[in-house]
């Protein structure tokens, strides 16, 4: 069986931790294929503009009804309203049956009923999401267990958190820096290490995680994790 | 043996966090107070992450004029036409909510003695503890010929707000192949690469609606923050446009006549059109009074942003003489949240930990072709310490850059909203 519980990073990063059970993620280049049936009405990449409907760059972590200029249904912005965000789950729920998880929403789909399509397209859609999302680590990267087990102090968290918060928002608004609040610890601590051993590129991550120490990042993956609610 | 170490570095530096002990206030009021004077990247941060992490347990009040700020940092964009002057302004509204007690007032007077902030409206503020977060003035006579009475005819844009709709409404009279100037300011100054994405958002506007036009930089400097990147883009999306005039060709020996409008670079005289003067400078005025300024800036204690001067008055961003750093809103965002960890620690007992800066600068050169560069920094002895950087390099693709660009939105989105709170 496919795996939902490690998608929203490890989709992107195809990350394999020693010690814990291996896990089957979704496939990007399967995705690309099942995509087709999204493409006649949604356009994603570098390129990308609002069609009939909005584009979906930077979609994993964003605010539901979030894309400038794109005339949403009341229904979605209502649903955003009520704090609807798009993760791995979230967006698993909408495309297995969109009609019924947003009622009233615009987009006649009527669904994904394959998991296993779901979860491709949704890694598909992982590597055009932000600067964190996209980046791809190797997948040999290796976190050992010692380091994930490490217990983070939420206090020290908070604040060590404040040099995440002039970029990355508080309130896990994306506005072209990928939203880090709610992450399961493990991802969080993952991609933490892979930009401080330079499996993961952007120089600014690269620079902040270099001088982090492990109980620090464990810290900080912790009160990130604590602001889920 | 790596985790191990690393492991030992981490214990170490969690376990310095100190507790102090809580303050003894001066004439036993309830609650300690903390004033700011400054509601800019530094003092909007200050103020609210002291309220907010207090809970109540420390009375914050902030003395800023204005009811509306308009940033410094992405004026420029707002000069090329990318961002609208609406995008840059924000309200204390969020603040307020955080608790914070927000004085729309000028503070004219600082008695360190006594401990207290004299407001132009005539109220006195008493305090425990004082963070001045002024930003900038200008230096008295940096410019022959030019003074604040000449800020109308030549405009330095240099504080957001209605100076930057002046340069851009005289940006856009402009006649057909005209000349826009530039007089740079001597280091140290507010916003390093500032001056030369200016000239970069100019000329994007020019390239579109003048393109005939020139540009004119008489820079006292040799060289400047991401000068090859500029460069570069200047030649490839301005070729022609833009003559920076560095030290060596006397951009340093200007003169300027603000009623004749010409500007004189090593004595030779050229009629402008457009004249943005940004003057040398210096902290702004209140940090002067208060007495904590050693020549043009306030010496500060790495630490905890302390000043030299007197151990209970703290001065943030570009007032600061820090070591290290540059003048830039994101540093003083960074600096905010060490001094007000070490304020709220001082006056409550809450744990202190230790300092860490960072900066990161973005610039944009012309549609989709930003560039950053940026550093981390530690609190010494003597001064904030570079410990690690990094700069965008020329030849980049055009992804890459669009990339840094739409990661400048992002990060203006959420220093403004670690400021002033998300917007509601």
């Known amino acids: 069986m496919k795996s939902i519980k490690w998608f929203s990073l490890s989709v992107a990063v195809s990350v394999f931790v020693t010690g814990a059970a291996a896990e089957v993620v979704g496939d990007p280049e399967r995705g690309q294929q099942v995509y087709k049936k999204c493409a006649s009405c949604h356009m994603v990449g570098p390129e990308a503009r609002n069609r009939v409907g909005p584009v979906l760059n930077n979609i994993l972590s964003a605010r539901a009804a979030g894309v400038p200029e794109f005339k949403y249904s009341e229904a979605i912005k209502e649903a955003a309203q009520d704090g609807l965000h798009w993760t791995a789950e979230t967006l698993d729920a909408f495309l297995q049956d969109p009609k019924q998880m947003v009622p009233r929403t615009k987009m006649s789909f009527r669904g994904l009923k394959s998991e296993e399509d779901r979860i491709d397209v949704i890694a598909y859609l992982a590597s055009f999401s932000g600067g964190a999302m996209a980046a791809q680590v190797d997948e040999g990267f290796v976190i050992s267990a010692d380091i994930l087990a490490i217990e983070g102090d939420v206090e020290y968290g908070e604040y060590l958190s404040s040099e995440c918060t002039t970029c990355h928002q508080e309130s896990g608004s994306d506005d072209g820096i990928p939203a880090i609040v709610g992450w399961e610890t493990d991802d969080f601590v993952t991609a933490m290490h892979a930009y401080k051993q330079k499996n993961r590129e952007h120089p600014v991550m690269q620079m902040v995680t270099s001088r982090l120490s492990n109980e620090e990042i464990a810290a900080l993956a912790a009160y990130f994790k604590s602001l889920e609610n | ?424």
């Open chain 2, 1 to 424: 043996m790596t985790i191990n170490r690393r492991l030992f570095i981490g214990t170490a530096a969690a376990a310095s966090a100190t507790l102090a002990a809580p303050m003894v206030l001066a004439d036993g009021h309830a609650e300690p107070r903390v004033v700011v004077i400054g509601g800019g990247a530094g003092g909007a941060t200050a103020a609210r992450y002291i309220a907010k992490d207090s809970k109540g347990a420390v009375d914050v009040t902030l003395v800023e004029p204005t009811r509306t700020y308009f940033t410094c940092f992405f004026s420029n964009l707002y000069l090329g036409g990318i961002k609208q002057m609406d995008d840059l302004g924000h309200s204390y509204g969020g603040l307020a909510a955080a608790g914070v007690n927000v004085v729309h007032d000028w503070a004219v007077d600082v008695d360190r003695d006594a401990k207290t902030v004299s407001l132009a409206g005539g109220a006195t503020l008493g305090y425990d503890k004082l963070i001045l977060s002024p930003g900038i003035d200008f230096v008295d006579n940096a410019v022959a010929g030019w003074d604040l009475n000449a800020q109308n005819a030549m405009p330095h844009a240099y504080k957001g707000g209605s100076q930057t709709e002046l340069l851009k409404a005289q940006l856009m009279a402009m006649p057909e192949g005209g000349t826009f100037a530039m007089v740079a300011p001597p280091n140290p100054y507010r916003c390093p690469p500032g001056p030369y994405e200016r000239v970069s958002m100019v000329a994007h506007y020019l390239k579109a609606n003048n393109p005939t036009a020139k540009i004119i930089v008489a820079d006292p400097k040799p060289k400047f923050s991401k000068m090859a990147l500029f460069q570069e883009g200047w030649a490839d999306h301005y070729e022609g446009m833009i003559d920076w005039i560095g030290e060596d060709f006397g951009g340093g020996n200007v003169s300027v006549d603000p009623s004749g409008m010409t500007l004189s670079i090593d004595d030779e005289e050229t009629k402008v059109d457009v004249c943005n003067v940004i003057p040398a400078m210096k902290a702004g005025r209140i940090a002067q009074i208060a007495g904590v300024t050693d020549g043009n800036w306030a010496p500060v204690n790495a630490a905890d942003m302390s000043t030299k001067a007197d151990a209970d008055v703290y001065v943030l961003g570009d007032a600061s003489q820090q070591g290290d750093m540059p003048k830039s809103g994101f540093a003083a965002n960074s600096q905010a949240k060490v001094c007000a960890n070490a304020v709220r620690g001082a006056l409550t007992g809450s744990k202190v930990f230790p300092a860490k800066f960072a900066n990161t600068c973005w610039s944009l050169i012309d549609t989709n072709d930003g560039v950053k560069v940026g550093a981390t920094y530690e609190a010494t002895d003597e001064k904030i310490a570079k410990v690690d950087g990094f700069i965008s390099t020329t030849g980049e693709s055009a992804e890459v850059r669009q990339t840094t660009y739409e990661e400048s939105e992002g990060w203006y989105a959420g220093i403004t909203a670690d400021m002033f709170g998300a917007k509601v």
